[in-house]
């Protein structure tokens, strides 16, 4: 059986919004973010009251367009 590599107890729920893994801080998901995905670009962003992580799009780091 397959284990997670994400930090025990940070994950809180599912958002009722996008349906996405919500945590309660930023740095919380930002931690889970470079602990499941090493070495990849992604930003911690607001939902709601709580916090998912995502990869940067393309034109957003190229500097094409600012960030949401």
Do not use: N
């Not at 397959?2 to 599912?14: F, N």
């Not at 939902?47 to 992580?53: A, D, I, L, P, R």
């Amino acid at each position: 059986m397959a284990t997670s590599r994400a930090p025990k107890g940070l994950y809180v729920g599912t958002c009722p919004i996008c349906h996405k893994h919500q945590y309660r801080t930023r740095q919380d998901a930002r931690r889970v973010g470079r602990s499941l995905y090493p070495g990849h670009v992604l930003r911690a962003y607001r939902c709601g009251e709580y916090w998912h992580f995502g990869h940067i799009p393309q034109d957003v780091r190229r500097g094409e367009r600012p960030a949401p």
